[in-house]
């Protein structure tokens, strides 16, 4: 597995983390411990560099949080933010979040990874989901499509 997949797996899971406490409290700090993946065994990054990557996903998407919360939700077509799992909010939160402030990243990483994470840990039907919405996003961005 890439370093990327893995440090946007990390990430994912993180923010999966933070969530239970924010929806829990409205806190939105990240807590203490999070950002060093220790809770991670084998796939802890091992070093200062390795942990760059999950850490700016995680940090980004949390300061952003408004933005990005609002961005999934003008895309979301007959749902609500608060009723969507936490695996797919996870996903859709940390890949919102680098389509709109990580323009390095091409578009399509950013979908083909989700779509790769929403496999692995969310429901059959996860990963079809996830694409719908984050291509919907990116094409808003892109000036292709205006939400409705």
Avoid: C
Wanted: cysteine-free.
């Amino acid at each position: 597995m890439a370093s990327r997949r893995k440090g946007r797996i990390l990430a994912f899971q993180a923010l999966f983390s933070w969530d239970a406490q924010f929806s829990q409290t409205g806190d939105a700090s990240i807590q203490e411990g999070l950002l060093d993946f220790s809770w991670a065994d084998e796939d802890a990054p091992r070093n200062e560099k390795s942990a760059a990557f999950p850490r700016l996903l995680v940090t980004g998407t949390v300061t952003h949080i408004a933005d990005v919360d609002s961005m999934i939700q003008k895309h979301l077509e007959n749902w609500e933010l608060s009723r969507l799992n936490k695996v797919d909010l996870s996903v859709l939160r940390m890949s919102v979040y680098t389509l709109m402030f990580q323009s390095e990243t091409p578009p399509s990483v950013v979908i083909d990874e989700a779509v790769e994470i929403s496999r692995e840990f969310g429901t059959d039907d996860s990963y079809r989901f996830i694409n719908g919405v984050l291509d919907s996003v990116r094409k808003t961005l892109s000036g292709e499509a205006v939400p409705k």
